[in-house]
């Protein structure tokens, strides 16, 4: 690379960090586990202005003005319209049905100031960018779907009525993540918990507590505090373990410390959690947290020392029968309990983080999780920022749900195609995972294998910087079989561990006929895709996971055949109703047999 060039690319890096910086530095990094925490509920209606053509910034909507002497004009109102916060927008109004552009929404909340607090707004999430007012003042922007923010408001918080407005916008455009043309329906909105949280002057903002890689009775622990009491003392209890430590901060405010003790390790079967508390002399915060380990020897996944395998299924953050966002805890125990019921141990929450609700009941039901960034196919890896706003994304994840159990990989890209920036970027993604946290699996999703006759060879080098790989392949979907399913064998470059990350095909609800032909999708024939596969699974033997993409027909724009699928993606195992298709039975069978 010449001196040019690379003077060149050192200044778009520049300039991609503070477009980026734009849109979201202002959004803090957000505290640990908010539920666990002294939190105000801001959900219910908010009122609304839908802002057809972006007028909403030059008609001043986020000062929210009133009208006070005749010759003022205001040209828009609060005051016809609401929508249910957290809740995405489309499933609310149908004239929102496809709306990808802004909305302003509105909450006036009151408060009281109190000495010695301090007092943050947090989102769960916001698609796609958040920009975030409170009485008239900019407080900044978050820029992602799928990840907590948060803005300390202590000193712009008033005692009485605040005026809190939020301008969302939810277009696509190429150099967001995910980028234009992703397989899933574009919900806009404030769709997840918006809270305010009140804590002390100096309080915990964040801590990491999990057993040491490849340990079963070492715990590393670290706390940061946030606040000018840098150094405080912290308490980090569990009482089931007969532990009581007390940990100074320094002077940055941080801590760590190791502690062993013998405990009933976290598994599926048994997904024992342990009550928590982090105190200080001012605050207490609560948490249940599971300990486990989890590693790859070999071709082996161990959980807790053991080899195990797999059984899992993917689905969207998505109740089908309304058409809308999941966002409730009844709705993140629909999408989990239908994981069990097929005899599931894991989950692929595709294709971003889903929500914090959800990741904390798969704590509970005991459900391992591939957890993943939205960088889904057509990426501008090319793009510098696309780097910055990736690991942007990887750091909100991990940050938020660093304390799971359940989650035992992250993985850091979909069906991205081998190339110079794909593999220069996802190199870079692999290495940020395992520094923001070495105890779990770093994973990614491939679809680029090469075929010779019956024989797949994965040959994707990316995989070397992984520890365990997945593989999307739609054999007798979009790839036909080249050979009996029974004679199809794998090959892999790599000796590492493979989860069929994705495979399937669809069929409508209800549709029946022969076994013979994709034309009809009917039953028959995606109950017999599901049979040939599972045959053809028997040939891998470095496979140590299967994930059949999808648990649920779901929404997708890119979904056009009007007779079978009219903007709905019909892989699902279950009918968009829940309605369970016969290849269902075919797949619960297979995990029963694994048993
Ligand atoms: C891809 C992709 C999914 C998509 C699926 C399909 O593998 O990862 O998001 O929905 O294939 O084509 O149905």
């Known amino acids: 690379m010449n001196i040019r060039f690379r003077l060149q690319l050192s200044h778009l890096n520049i300039i991609a960090l503070l477009v980026l910086f734009n849109n979201s530095v202002s959004a803090q990094d957000f505290m640990t586990n908010p539920y666990g925490r002294n939190t105000a509920s801001l959900n219910g209606n908010w009122q609304v202005v839908v802002d057809w053509y972006n007028r909403g910034e030059h ?10 002497k005749p010759t003022d004009f205001i040209e828009y109102s609060f005051s016809n319209q609401t929508l249910k916060v957290p809740g995405d927008w489309n499933s609310q109004d149908p004239h929102l049905f496809m709306y990808e552009g802004s909305v302003w929404y509105k909450k006036e909340f009151n408060a009281t100031r109190k000495e010695g607090k301090r007092t943050f707004l947090y989102f769960g999430a916001v698609n796609y960018i958040a920009e975030v007012y409170l009485n008239g003042k900019k407080l900044g ?17 008033k005692d009485g009525t605040n005026n809190l407005i939020v301008r ?86 941080y801590a760590k410390t190791s502690l062993n003790a013998s405990l009933q390790l976290w598994t599926p079967t048994v997904p024992k959690l342990y009550d928590i508390t982090l105190s200080t002399d001012e ?23 053991k080899p195990i395998f797999l059984k899992g299924v993917n689905f969207h953050e998505e109740i089908s029968k309304d058409k809308r966002r999941a ?15 097929l005899g599931c141990n894991f989950i692929r929450t595709a294709h971003y983080p889903q929500s914090e609700r959800l990741v904390k009941m798969a704590d509970e039901m005991g459900l391992m999780i591939w957890e993943e960034i939205p960088v889904w196919q057509g990426i501008q890896f090319g793009n510098p920022i696309i780097l910055a706003k990736a690991e942007n994304m990887l750091r909100e994840m991990i940050r938020r749900d660093k304390n799971r159990a359940s989650i035992i990989i ?49 040959n994707d080098t990316l995989a070397r910087q992984l520890d365990v790989f997945g593989i999307n392949r739609y054999m007798g979907w979009y790839a036909h079989w080249p050979a009996k399913p029974g004679t199809m064998t794998f090959k892999s470059d790599f000796n590492k561990p493979m989860i069929m990350s994705e495979f399937g095909g669809e069929s409508k609800y209800g549709n029946h006929g022969s076994a013979d032909s994709a034309g009809l999708w009917n039953e028959e024939y995606q109950e017999q895709l599901y049979k040939d596969n599972i045959m053809m699974f028997k040939n891998i033997p470095f496979l140590r996971g299967v994930c059949p993409w999808v648990l649920y027909d779901f929404r997708s724009p890119t979904r056009l055949n009007a007779e079978n699928q009219d903007g709905w993606n019909r892989k699902g195992l279950l009918s968009d109703k829940g309605d369970k298709k016969k290849a269902w039975y075919v797949l619960k069978a297979f995990y029963d047999s694994l048993k």
């Not at 008609?59 to 006070?68: E, P, V």
């Not at 992602?144 to 918080?157: A, K």
């Not at 715990?219 to 405080?232: L, P, T, Y």
């Open 59 to 68: 008609l001043g909507i986020a000062q929210d003005k009133k009208i006070t």
């Open 141 to 157: 922007s978050h820029e992602g779907g799928f990840t907590p923010f948060q803005f300390e408001i202590t000193n712009t918080l």
């Open 168 to 253: 969302v916008n939810g277009e696509r455009k190429e150099d967001y993540i995910p980028a234009m043309n992703y397989d899933w329906w574009n919900y806009g909105g404030i769709t997840r918990d918006v809270s305010l949280i009140e804590t002390t002057a100096t309080f915990i903002e964040d801590y990491f507590i999990q057993l040491k890689k490849g340990s079963a009775t070492e715990i590393e622990a670290w706390v940061k505090v946030n606040g000018d009491g840098k150094s405080k003392k912290v308490t980090l209890s569990i009482p089931a373990v007969g532990i009581n430590k007390i940990l100074e901060t320094d002077s940055s405010g």
């Open 283 to 305: 605050e207490t915060v609560k948490e249940k947290i599971g300990f486990r380990s989890i590693e790859v020897k070999g071709l082996d996944i161990l959980l807790n020392g």
């Open 327 to 341: 966002v409730s805890e009844a709705d993140a125990r629909q999408l989990l309990q239908s994981a069990k019921d």
């Open 410 to 458: 992250w993985s850091i890209s979909n069906e991205t195609a081998p190339a110079a920036d794909r593999d220069r970027v996802l190199t870079n993604m692999a290495a940020a995972c395992r520094s923001l946290d070495p105890t779990r699996l770093v994973s990614s999703a491939f679809n680029h294998v090469k075929m010779e006759g019956n024989e797949t060879i994965i």
